[in-house]
Nanobody, 124 residues
Framework: EVELEESGGVLVQAGGSLRLSCVAS????????MSWFRQAPGKEREGVSC????????FYADSVEGRFTISSNAAKDILYLEMDSLEPEDTAVYYC?????????????????WGRGTQVTVSS
């Protein structure tokens, strides 16, 4: 059984930094593209960043490019999202997701496994 559990979401001031973690069980990242999504109140879930299993490449939404960094541990069972220079617009529930494909995809519907999310709130 695959389980994903996010942690690290807190209330932080604008300009601050956070690191989110996603502990995976039942899979490793060798065969699954791993992504972070977020959903703000009243908005659709959007892709934030992806780590490809095929070649280790990373992808970022334009809104977070240069501020967020996705990575994994050596055992490839913990996914991280380092978030710097946080803005109030980054406030959302952040979800970790695993695809059955090793290739990154932007659409939430292409991911089969999801965590329950962790709340990030950035105050101005």
């Amino acid at each position: 059984e695959v389980e994903l559990e996010e942690s690290g979401g807190v209330l932080v001031q604008a300009g601050g930094s956070l690191r989110l973690s996603c502990v995976a069980s039942g899979l490793t990242f060798d065969e699954h593209a791993m992504s972070w999504f977020r959903q703000a109140p009243g908005k659709e879930r959007e892709g934030v960043s992806c780590l490809s299993a095929s070649d280790g490449s990373t992808f970022y939404a334009d809104s977070v490019e240069g501020r967020f960094t996705i990575s994994s541990n050596a055992a490839k069972d913990i996914l991280y999202l380092e978030m710097d220079s946080l803005e109030p617009e980054d406030t959302a529930v952040y979800y970790c997701a695993a695809s059955t494909s090793p290739i990154c995809a932007i659409l939430p519907g292409l991911y089969d496994y999801w965590g329950r999310g962790t709340q990030v709130t950035v105050s101005s």
